[in-house]
């Protein structure tokens, strides 16, 4: 291909790469839901693609197409972890641990992949909070599984697996 005509298939894609960012930068700030029905509206159009451009766009796509998820996951983990620190001092104050969220906060975090409120509960003597992810099923498991690094959810006291050992220590010669 001679390099006029391979600038213009460089230009072609960049274009077309620019339109389909425009997209994604236009619901970035809205819901989860949202967000990821735009994120598979153009995961369909560039895997149906019949140009060239949309050939070169499935390359790069991947990067952007969990944007949302990533998002809301970063969002859903801030809004966990101030929740359990919200639980904790409550039981400070009060010497138990709340039986509801709404009893410890005047405003319950909403989760941001179904926009209700994060789920809470109480287990033996602690307690554990969570957000249900992008599957919108996630139920916070139970204290001796450990949950997948995509899962925002904060248990009290911390599970067996989440201990961490000091390393041995190395003998000198």
């Known amino acids: 291909m001679e390099e006029q005509a ?15 960012m425009q997209k994604l930068i ?11 029905a735009v994120q598979h509206e153009i995961l369909t159009e560039v ?14 796509y991947p ?16 809004e966990v972890t101030r929740t359990a620190a919200a639980i904790l001092l409550w039981k400070a104050k009060h ?11 005047s405003a319950v975090p909403a989760d941001p992949f179904d926009g209700k409120p994060l789920k809470y ?3 033996g003597q602690g307690f554990v909070v969570y957000s249900v992810g992008t599957t919108g099923k996630f139920d916070g498991d139970t204290p001796d599984k450990k949950p997948a690094s995509s899962d925002a ?11 961490v050992e000091p390393p041995a220590a190395k003998a000198r010669p």
């Open 153 to 163: 959810v904060f248990r009290y006291p911390l599970p067996p697996y989440s201990k």
């Open 6 to 20: 391979w600038n213009a298939v460089i230009d072609a894609v960049g274009v077309t790469l620019l339109h389909r």
């Open 63 to 78: 990067i952007y197409a969990d944007s949302a998820a990533k998002q809301a996951g970063i969002q859903a983990r801030m």
């Open 121 to 123: 509960r109480r287990e």
């Open 26 to 36: 236009s619901v970035a700030d809205r819901s989860f839901s949202e967000a990821a």
């Open 47 to 60: 895997k149906q693609g019949k140009r060239l451009e949309d050939c070169m766009s499935a390359m790069l």
């Open 95 to 105: 010497g138990a641990f709340p039986r509801t969220l709404q009893e410890a906060l």
